[in-house]
Nanobody, 116 residues
Framework: VQLVESGGGLVQSGGSLTLSCQVS????????MGWFRQRPGTKRELVAM???????NYAGAVKGRVAISREAGPPAVHLQMFDLISEDTAVYYC???????????WGPGTQVTVSS
């Protein structure tokens, strides 16, 4: 299973950006997908998650400024980000947890840089 991310880049403060992640390979029908990020000098942290039952989870720091959505087949997840601020500058990682097998998968990461 591979996760292929796209959509990162440089954006001005207050701008918008959409990240996408496509899944290649075989996964069970039971999985959570989402986005994490790692800002310079910090640990990787959750940004948003779509659980297999459709439940959405958002980190407090981004709530109201991001929207996550998921496609069924082939699996994909998208993260729309609005009103970006400099603190959103980070490497963003796509994440998939296959609930049936317990396996975790990560994308290679895509850089998002917000200029003030």
């Amino acid at each position: 299973v591979q996760l292929v991310e796209s959509g990162g880049g440089l954006v001005q403060s207050g701008g918008s950006l959409t990240l996408s992640c496509q899944v290649s390979g075989s996964v069970s029908g039971l999985f959570h997908m989402g986005w994490f990020r790692q800002r310079p000098g910090t640990k990787r942290e959750l940004v948003a998650m779509v659980r297999m039952d459709g439940t959405l989870n958002y980190a407090g720091a981004v709530k109201g400024r991001v929207a996550i959505s998921r496609e069924a087949g082939p699996p994909a997840v998208h993260l729309q980000m609005f009103d970006l601020i400099s603190e959103d500058t980070a490497v963003y990682y796509c994440h998939l947890e296959d609930v049936a097998s317990g396996e975790l998968f990560w994308g290679p990461g895509t850089q998002v840089t917000v200029s003030s």
